[in-house]
């Protein structure tokens, strides 16, 4: 199936390593221009030589960071025809433990860094009448997971932003889309104390995911064969979610 994204200029945050990498792989691999925007240069600089992309380095739950991602960006390939939004989680923590300063740090990280993104190229993809934008959550938004308060009700919240949008800029051929990751094997998932074995036997699917899963289900929102979904979050987990 051609996805017809063949010379379509794309960023993607968090794009040096899990998700955002293979978000990123699998749309360069169908012609896509890459740019990848992350803080770690090492892993970026490995990411974006792979890819053949260019490599932004920035610290997105830093404003300053933002912003300057967004410069690069347009200083390298003008305004994305696609944005893929993707970053890491923020910190476990029951509520008990959760701070104010903690829920500020969450935010930046998640939700102001969304909203900054969107404000910089949702206009210039509604000026052009294309765009397409996938926004990385996690399928705690829609069944929360014990320990993880701020990202579950961070995620949560970007839906309702992802789905408030979608209704203003569908007619200007832009969608924007959530994708639900369930349990997929990433450093982060291995890294956060969790019994891997136990949880696999809890997916209908028997098994985590695989990031490229992910990716391809991202490049498929990107593309042209998508232009009628919008405002939705689309699970890729195994079948775990049990509500539609």
């Known amino acids: 199936m051609d996805l017809a994204i063949t010379g379509r200029t794309a960023l993607i945050t968090g794009g040096s390593k899990g998700l955002g990498f293979a978000s990123a792989e699998a749309l360069g691999r169908e012609g896509a221009k890459l740019v990848l925007a992350a803080r770690t240069e090492s892993t970026l600089t490995d990411a974006a030589r792979k890819l053949d992309a260019v490599p932004i380095i920035a ?7 933002v912003l300057g991602c967004i410069d690069d960006t347009r200083d390298a390939i003008g305004n994305p025809d696609i944005l893929v939004i993707n ?3 923020p ?3 029951t509520f008990a433990e959760t701070t104010p300063d903690g829920w500020r740090v969450a935010a930046d990280q998640l939700f102001h860094f969304t909203i900054e993104m969107l404000d910089a190229f949702l206009a210039p993809m509604r000026e052009k009448g294309r765009g397409r934008v996938v926004v990385i959550t996690s399928f ?3 069944e929360p997971i014990a320990n993880l308060l701020y990202s579950n009700a961070l995620r949560a919240g970007l839906h ?3 789905n408030s949008i979608a209704a203003e800029v569908a007619g200007d051929g832009v969608t924007i889309n959530a994708v639900m990751p369930g349990y997929i ?3 982060r998932m291995t890294g956060i104390g969790l019994d891997l074995d136990r949880i696999a036997a809890t997916i209908p699917a028997k098994r985590l995911g695989r990031p490229e899963e992910v990716g391809d289900l991202v490049a498929f929102l990107c593309s042209d064969r998508a ?3 919008t405002g939705q979050a689309i699970a890729c987990d195994g ?3 049990k509500g539609i």
């Open 87 to 89: 970053s890491g989680g």
């Open 160 to 162: 309702g932003l992802i």
């Open 91 to 93: 910190a476990p923590a």
């Open 59 to 65: 610290d997105l739950a830093q404003r300053a960071g």
């Open 227 to 229: 232009a009628y979904i």
């Open 239 to 241: 079948g775990i979610l």
């Open 140 to 142: 705690a938004a829609r």
């Open 185 to 187: 094997k990433t450093d």
